[in-house]
């Protein structure tokens, strides 16, 4: 599976992003898909992930509520909606993939190029 994320850029606070994240693979449709965010000089954070088969989703707490995961398996995309965004929010963005998605970046397979959100106060 190779994944492409987009749609990053630099906005408001209170404004609103959609980041896209494409993949290739027919297989695509069985793996859960994650998004994770690295600030600069941090960690890579757990954002959001969304299964495969029921579409059951979590988030981390600092987004929830104004951030949303979604995907759509015939387009072989996924989705993740910026409502309210914060300063705090700006991270350089990656969605990644696995048979088995987690709340942990080291467990999954396949990881896209990242993108960037800068959100100025």
């Known amino acids: 599976v190779q994944l492409q994320a987009s749609g990053g850029g630099f906005v408001q606070a209170g404004d609103s992003l959609r980041l896209s994240c494409a993949a290739s693979?027919?297989?695509?449709?069985?793996?859960?898909v994650g998004w994770f965010r690295q600030a600069q000089g941090k960690e890579r954070d757990f954002v959001a992930v969304?299964?495969?088969?029921?579409?059951?989703?979590q988030y981390t707490d600092s987004v929830k509520g104004r951030f949303t995961i979604s995907r759509d398996n015939a387009e072989n995309k996924v989705y993740l909606q910026m409502n309210s965004l914060k300063p705090e929010d700006t991270a350089v963005y990656y969605c990644?993939?696995?048979?088995?998605?987690?709340?942990?970046?080291?467990?999954?397979?396949?990881w896209g190029q990242g993108t960037q959100v800068t959100v100025s106060s």
């Open positions: 990644a993939a696995d048979r088995y998605g987690s709340l942990y970046a080291s467990e999954y397979e396949y």
């Open positions: 969304i299964s495969w088969s029921d579409r059951r989703t």
């Open positions: 693979g027919r297989t695509f449709s069985r793996y859960d």
